[in-house]
């Protein structure tokens, strides 16, 4: 019989008001379905926003109940959204892949998925073993807190621009990334040439009106390449030029996310294209200089409090 345990943070972190691949599946506008029964063997946890059915050990789920506690909080920041009381969100974590794959009821292909009331995710390996669940809890943060229901675009986006951010000292700092998350693991691959126009040709970039209207090449056969486009467009409309977009990127975010509000509240796409090809090529390029300098190892991105478990 699982035991219910309560996560806290050492420092006390206060709330603050703010692939592989990895799928959204759509609910759609029917009901969400019940809570998911637990995995055999899985234990039942608590932090102050979320309950976990957990497969993994109970270090490892106090690692992943931070984290998310860390997305809630930077989330709310993020959107000026206020702490409302809510029932806690629901999250189901598998101690590794091959659990997951076993339980997988998504795409074939999925690392994780969310699909009301859930998100389910493994424990990654690695130094950053919560960035498949921190990009799944934000598709739920969108849903379930926000209310939003939008486009792969900016569904993927934002999952992707909170799922690689790193945590410091118990906070997670959107729009900081490391290198231990996913997209970011390709991100050194991008080669694009100095020509948009030639990098379209080429298939090295999705154009941006495709990505938009999601009429693009099938995503199945390209997962990489769509979600480092995702990632590195959100990047671009909250920080480019200073953040130059990122007014009319919030009120977009709010909006249905179509083509014609995208040009409304943004700009020209194949202006904007430009732009945004430009950024993305230079964060390419400076990715590939920090891993030459900086090999990969063990040691983690971030920076995080301790967690305490109590019974």
Not at 171 to 197: C, H, M, N, R
Not at 215 to 228: A, D, E
Request: proline share 6%.
């Amino acid at each position: 019989m699982s035991r219910t345990r309560l996560f806290a943070l050492a420092a006390t972190t206060a709330i603050v008001v703010a692939v592989g691949i990895v799928l959204w599946l759509r609910a759609g506008a029917t009901a969400p379905a019940a809570v998911p029964a637990p995995l055999p063997g899985a234990q039942a946890y608590r932090t102050p926003h979320y309950t976990v059915s957990s497969t993994a050990t109970a270090a490892q789920t106090a690692r992943v109940g931070t984290a998310v506690e860390a997305l809630h909080a930077a989330f709310l920041k993020h959107f000026a959204l206020p702490p409302t009381p809510r029932p806690r969100l629901h999250l189901v974590l598998y101690r590794d892949r091959d659990q997951f794959k076993a339980n997988n009821t998504s795409s074939p292909w999925a690392e994780a998925f969310y699909r009301r009331p859930a998100c389910h995710a493994y424990v990654a390996e690695g130094a950053n073993p919560y960035h498949w669940m921190l990009h799944e809890a934000t598709h739920q943060l969108a849903v379930e807190v926000m209310g939003l229901r939008k486009r792969r675009w900016l569904d993927e986006g934002l999952a992707a621009y909170f799922g690689v951010a790193r945590i410091e000292h118990g906070v997670l700092v959107p729009g900081t990334f490391g290198k231990d998350a996913y997209p970011i693991w390709w991100l050194a691959s991008v080669q694009l040439d100095a020509d948009v126009e030639r990098d379209i040709a080429a298939g090295r970039l999705i154009p941006l009106r495709a990505l938009i209207t999601d009429t693009g090449p099938p995503i199945g056969q390209h997962v990489n390449q769509y979600y480092v486009e995702y990632w590195s467009l959100t990047q671009f409309l909250f920080h480019y030029d200073g953040g130059r977009y990122a007014a009319g990127y919030r009120r977009l975010i709010a909006s249905n996310g179509r083509l014609e509000d995208f040009e409304r509240l943004i700009g020209p796409v194949e202006a904007v294209q430009r732009e945004w090809h430009g950024y993305l090529r230079t964060l390419a390029q400076a990715q590939r200089e920090r891993e030459a300098r900086a090999p990969a190892t063990a040691t983690s991105d971030a920076t995080e409090e301790p967690v305490i478990l109590l019974d």
